[in-house]
């Protein structure tokens, strides 16, 4: 499948893939030493489990697109640098937009899965920063509409800056965040807690639990929210 890591067609840096897969192992090791222990509870027996209803429950840190009790939670786990997460973001994410969140019917919670290098964590902290300023989702429609290749500098600190003052806002308190690392930690757990729940690439989206992979038409989204929805 597109989405899939060790799957990438040769048009995307070898370089990359190859420090994602890296990256994805020592997340996995991280894991497994019991360092995301919060969502990792043991059970009788000592072995670590993981409860994937607690991970993917609304928390009071997310910013939510759409209506907070909406019966329908969609969770996305994702990289900014990711071209098939920008193609989910340009296609599937405006009609899933226009379709359940203005109805009120479905909310949209994004989390970081950011697995292809220094870039995707610093763009990631980058949106949280911008969060800080009642900006995370206009940020996070910049990001993926100025996508340019993975690790070529294109989400290099200094852009991320300049981005940041596109969008208005205050810079001297976006860059005191972004050069604090103020979110770096929190954007490793999100991307440490998505390979506790099995995930491999981006985007993978989970509907009130379920996952679905890759970049899918809005109509394979569409199912899933409407059997729910019954």
């Keep these: 499948m597109e989405n899939e890591i060790i ?17 994805l ?18 059970d009788s027996s000592g072995s670590a489990t993981v409860d994937a209803s607690k991970i993917l429950r609304q928390r009071d840190s997310d910013v939510v697109l759409g209506n907070p009790e909406a019966p ?40 970081d899965f950011a697995f292809l290098g220094q870039e995707s964590i610093d763009a990631a902290a980058a949106a949280k920063c911008a969060g800080d300023q009642g900006k995370f989702w206009d940020y996070h429609d910049y990001l993926f509409s100025h996508q340019s290749g993975e690790n070529q500098g294109n989400f290099s600190v ?39 729940l099995g995930v491999t690439g981006t985007p993978t989206i989970f509907i009130n639990g379920e996952k679905l992979v890759g970049a899918q038409p809005f109509s394979a989204l569409k199912s899933l929210i409407d059997a729910k929805l019954k």
């Design 7 to 23: 799957k990438k067609k040769s048009s995307l840096a070898m370089p990359a893939s190859i420090l994602a897969a890296g990256f």
């Design 72 to 111: 329908v939670t969609v969770v996305e786990y994702s990289d900014f640098q990711c071209p098939f997460c920008g193609r989910f973001f340009h296609t599937t994410l405006s009609e899933f937009k226009e379709n359940y969140i203005k109805t009120g019917q479905a909310k949209f919670i994004y989390r």
């Design 25 to 42: 192992i020592a997340l996995a090791v991280l894991y497994t030493n019991g360092s995301s222990k919060e969502n990792t509870p043991s």
């Design 158 to 196: 200094g852009n991320l800056k300049k981005f940041a003052g596109e969008l208005k806002l205050n810079g001297d308190e976006f860059s005191a965040c972004l050069d604090g690392k103020k979110y770096e930690d929190a954007v490793k757990q999100n991307t440490t807690e998505g390979v506790s």
